[in-house]
């Protein structure tokens, strides 16, 4: 699952100035069943790191409640929530908490991923979407929060967010319920054009 990961990510890198929507690779999927496989992918880093510096990191999913499928690339989104995984950690070096939640609405389903790390400044937070924007020094490439917003929006949905220094952050994340229906009449639509 990690080497599909990675071969989807860079996928993603070279789409990531494409505008339209490509539903290639898509299925109905149980959003629950996304954040589950990420937590456990990430598990292995976040429980060495407690290990090796004798803190504490928990992952909160008791609020991901059942919410309907959503039509979607199940690979890139597990890659969108495994960074936001491995971000939060990043800016929880003496531990912290995770937290997932899911609701929805109507025809979107909503998600939030928590953390209670350093958060960020507002200037920061002005630019956490865009590319090659990293507070990792030379650690981080920047590519990670623009793939996963431009892995949002690819999947017609949206994503935000909020922090405070010193409170943590909260990512939102918005995606449409759809159908398979939906799904076959865009790639239609498309090869009509």
């Not at 109905?28 to 456990?40: A, G, N, P």
């Not at 949905?157 to 229906?181: A, D, H, N, R, Y």
Request: one cysteine or more.
């Amino acid at each position: 699952m990690a080497a599909d990961d990675g071969v989807e990510l860079s996928r993603s890198m070279l789409d990531f100035a494409r505008t339209t929507e490509d539903t290639t690779g898509y299925s109905s999927c149980d959003i629950r069943d996304l954040i589950k496989q990420s937590i456990d992918s990430t598990m292995p880093k976040w429980r060495n790191m407690a290990k090796a510096k004798g803190i504490n990191y928990h992952l909160k999913s008791s609020a991901v409640c059942e919410v309907p499928a959503i039509l979607c690339n199940p690979t890139k989104l597990r890659l969108v929530f495994v960074n936001i995984i491995n971000n939060a950690l990043d800016a929880m070096p003496e531990g912290g908490t995770i937290g997932f939640c899911t609701w929805f609405s109507g025809d979107t389903v909503f998600v939030t991923i928590s953390d209670t790390g350093e958060g960020m400044t507002e200037e920061v937070m002005k630019y956490v979407f865009d590319p090659f924007i990293t507070t990792k020094d030379f650690l981080g490439s920047g590519l990670g929060m623009s793939t996963a917003y431009g892995i949002i929006t690819g999947h017609g949905g949206k994503m935000e967010v909020e922090s405070e220094i010193g409170k943590g952050s909260i990512f939102s994340i918005q995606l449409p319920v759809s159908t398979e229906v939906d799904c076959a009449e865009r790639s239609l639509g498309r090869e009509q054009k």
